[in-house]
């Protein structure tokens, strides 16, 4: 019981520390789910406490993943009007979107030599974990190795993606501009959310809900579709790619 309290009390502490951290300074780079892992993890190892001893008492917390990731469909029910009415377009970006990073990341990764299990864990990189992990062991991969992979994928994503959007002009350089509810800034956010949905998923989408509501329901649909789409052809299209 006192596991249970001091451990989930300390990530919690931990969490809504950087939290307040990163909204008074507004650094992307301060995420607070990052922080938070590396915050924990210099602890344990300076306090020498194995990850075992900790998950026994942190493990409810762990169990509130799904819910949480069922949370951020909210903003998708707010905007459920809108992306029905787009959902030819929205279901063909989300199809480019997961064949694309399924090409890319299985070629790049046998060119680079990678053995086959390995590259079955890689190649999920851009869905979310549950959906990734299954997928990933149909396909001979590694669960733990795909976990980790889509947690930094997620975070690249969360960190760096509004800024590479605003860098390559997907998106304009001002946040404000995002703000309002003109044409141009509606279009935006919804071109900015299947971009974070399709490919930095759970955490990408809840690091933009608060500052972008609109973007936020597009990467909640982009991040369902993507997981569909990549689970239904990866088992049989990653193999026949590779056999080549």
């Known amino acids: 019981m006192l596991d249970i309290v001091g451990f989930c009390g300390l990530t ?41 001893d900790y998950m026994q008492g942190a493990q409810y917390i762990n169990i509130l993943l799904e819910p949480a990731v069922v949370l951020l469909g909210y903003p998708l029910y707010k905007q459920l009007r809108l992306l029905r009415a787009q959902w030819r377009k929205i279901v063909l970006i989300c199809f480019i979107a997961a064949f694309s990073s399924l090409t ?51 975070m690249t994503g969360s960190i760096a993606g509004v800024y590479w959007l605003r860098l390559i002009g997907v998106i304009q350089p001002i946040s404000d501009n995002l703000s309002t509810s003109s044409r ?5 956010q919804k071109a900015l959310g299947l971009a974070i ?17 609109l973007g936020a329901a597009y ?26």
Not at 184 to 188: C, D, G, K, L, Q
Not at 220 to 244: E, G, K
């Open 104 to 154: 890319i990341s299985a070629l790049l990764a046998n060119v680079m030599g990678l053995e086959d299990w390995l590259i079955a864990s890689l190649v999920t990189l851009n869905i979310t974990t549950a959906i990734a992990m299954s997928t990933s062991a149909e396909l001979g991969g590694t669960g733990a190795i795909t976990a980790n992979i889509v947690f930094i994928g997620g």
């Open 12 to 52: 919690i502490v931990v969490f809504l520390g950087w939290f307040t951290v990163q909204q008074k300074t507004r650094k992307v780079l301060l995420n607070p789910v990052l922080m938070s892992l590396l915050t924990l993890i210099g602890l344990f190892l300076l306090l020498g406490i194995p990850y075992s």
């Open 219 to 244: 990467s909640s649909t982009a991040l369902i579709l993507c997981a569909i789409i990549s689970a239904i052809i990866a088992p049989f299209y990653i193999p026949l790619l590779l056999s080549f």
């Open 197 to 213: 949905g399709s490919t930095a998923h759970a955490i990408g989408t809840a690091t933009i809900v608060k500052e972008f509501p």
């Open 184 to 188: 141009e800034s509606i279009t935006e």
